[in-house]
């Protein structure tokens, strides 16, 4: 067995794990830190196969950004596990059949769909105007392949993100009326005049002790 193939199963085996962990894990914190753990084993598969583009994408799209938001607005919400727990039994058993389907797909797919498939072909080496044979990279590729043949989808589609992007933003900002919101630019032009005011105070005597007559004493006494 040689270093790739050790990789491999190693890649493998980690990623199995941590998908059986997003699944049973009862803290939902550890399942999406699972979840990241099963995002970068996947990684290093594609890695493996010479799709950098793809691994690359997946680190910096999904690890970089979708699980980190995943992660903090999973520890920013407040989940009652117990609560969840409850049905886990309830729904278990149309849980199984599902899975017992997919593992079936999954299964005739991959004993009988890549018999049908034919072996890759050898990439031809590039040669560069020098002569010199230049390593051939499927990023440069696809890169250009997409800013060329592809440029007009690869523009709409920009188009679309961006009008996606605007209208979040502008559902995120909508004036609300219960909103305390505080305006900066008050702040900024606000004197010391307005937030503090003197008043003179004139000075006022002690009360002078009040002094009981000699027989009010006498009586208490007695």
Known sequence: MDVTT???????VVLLYAAFRVVTAPNPVHAVLHLMLAFSQAAGI???????????????????????????VVMMLDIRIDQLRKSFWKNFPLAAVIFAIVAF???????GGFSAVDAPKAIPAVVDAAGKVVPYSNVKALGTMLYTEYLFP????????????????ALTLRHRKDSKAIDASLQVRVRASDRLQLVKVQASKPAAPVVQPAAEVEEKKV
């Open 6 to 12: 050790g990789f491999f199963y190693l890649f493998s």
């Open 46 to 72: 594609w890695l493996l196969l010479k799709a950098e583009f793809l691994a690359i994408v997946l680190v910096m799209v999904y690890l970089g950004a979708v699980m980190v938001l995943f992660l903090f």
């Open 105 to 111: 797909e999954m299964g005739v797919v991959l004993i």
């Open 154 to 169: 690869v523009q709409v589609a920009a188009v679309i993100l961006l009008v996606a992007m605007i209208a979040a933003i």
